[in-house]
């Protein structure tokens, strides 16, 4: 399986990155992701604690796993998160441990989390505008995203990203003011297609606007070129750039192209299971061996086995997912 330490699973894609979720619980509740009411939040005891969290990614780590995200829910909200990412940051082989929030308690955290080990942040930001914001995230919070986004980056977080989920009729007439954003702000603006998948507030493929729209109204902006600096992130995003801009932009378009030959990236679910594939049911429960003392090494290589050529987005078959929250997006 393994090769020149990295793990290779059967369509020859290295798995190298995890993405770590610590919480099913969010301080938000925007429309695309959770029901307003909530969700059966996980029961406090069978979510992995810290130390056990650190034990799975030491276990992984051997086995060629270099790179982590920490995200949700909202992970910002689980406390004491400053303490986990020291832990993880002390693991031998962990090169880069990045993380995605709602922003909120960036102005509040960064400098905490840099000087933790925390290299670089993805940001959610829908909305520049305060009203907007609270309709999508279904809650008054008092918070600029760009004050946020700058707290971060001033902390020496970088690259700081900013993702924006665009509905059609809900916040697509702000793609330009996204976009101005990155004339002056060293920020990387991604764009990402909606996936109607889940509970979601009657958003449907209606509200799907595709990547090739977006970036025909960002050129009227000013001219965009491809952006060919080095690529400094694991995700699926396209780069483009502003002409004399600070920033990049990028479109993520999971429902117009699949990324499944690329894929380089597992997740663990906040109680602790393996998931090989953001669809679909493919998962190991790692929780229970872990509490019971066995190798978790086998159950890793195994999943990674039966880690499938690509998801079933595209025919709508969503493997019982309720919201993206539940398995870290
Ligand atoms: N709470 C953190 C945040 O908002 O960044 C981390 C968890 S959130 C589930 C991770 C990402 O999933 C966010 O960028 C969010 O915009 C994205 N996401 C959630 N539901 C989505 C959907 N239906 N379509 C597209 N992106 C979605
Ligand atoms: Fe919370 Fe992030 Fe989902 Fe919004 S996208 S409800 S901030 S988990």
């Known amino acids: 399986m393994g090769r020149g330490g990295l793990v290779i699973d059967q369509f020859g894609r290295s798995i190298e990155y995890l993405r770590i979720s610590v919480t099913d619980r969010c301080n938000f509740r925007c429309v695309y992701c959770m029901p307003e009411h909530g969700l059966d939040w996980l029961p406090r005891a069978d979510i992995l604690t810290y130390e056990e969290i650190a034990d799975v990614v030491a276990q992984l780590a051997p086995l060629g796993l270099k790179r982590l995200r920490i995200t949700g829910g909202e992970p910002t909200i689980r406390p004491d998160l400053v303490t986990l990412i020291g832990m993880l940051k002390a693991v031998p082989g962990i090169e880069d441990i990045a993380l995605s929030t709602n922003g909120v308690k960036l102005p509040d955290m960064s400098a905490a989390l840099k000087a933790a080990g925390l290299d670089r942040v993805n940001m959610s930001a829908d909305s520049l505008r305060a009203d907007r914001i609270a309709a999508i995230a279904r809650r008054r919070v008092p918070f600029d995203p760009v004050e946020a986004a700058d707290a971060a980056h001033a902390a020496g977080l970088d690259p700081v990203k900013i993702n924006v989920v665009v509905m059609r ?18 920020f990387h603006v991604r764009f990402i297609e909606l996936m109607p998948v889940g509970e979601m507030a009657n958003l449907t493929w209606n509200h799907v606007v595709p990547s090739e729209e977006i970036l ?23 780069y483009h750039q502003l002409e004399g801009a600070q920033g ?73 997912l309720k919201a993206l929250s539940q398995v870290g997006g």
């Open 248 to 320: 990049t932009i990028g479109v993520i378009t999971p429902m117009t192209h699949t990324y499944c030959g690329t894929c380089n990236r597992v997740r663990l679910t906040a109680d602790g299971r393996l998931r090989t594939c953001l669809y679909g049911d493919h998962q190991v429960n790692l929780r229970d061996p872990l509490r019971a003392g066995i190798p978790l090494k086998p159950l890793f290589v195994q999943a990674l086995a039966d880690k499938p050529k690509e998801h079933n987005l595209l025919q709508m078959q969503v493997g019982g």
């Open 216 to 238: 025909t109204r960002i050129r009227t902006v000013g001219p965009l070129a491809p952006h060919t600096g080095p690529e400094r992130g694991n995700g699926p995003a396209a």
């Open 169 to 186: 009729g809900i916040n697509d007439d702000e793609i330009e003011d996204f976009a101005r954003l990155t004339l002056d702000h060293p």
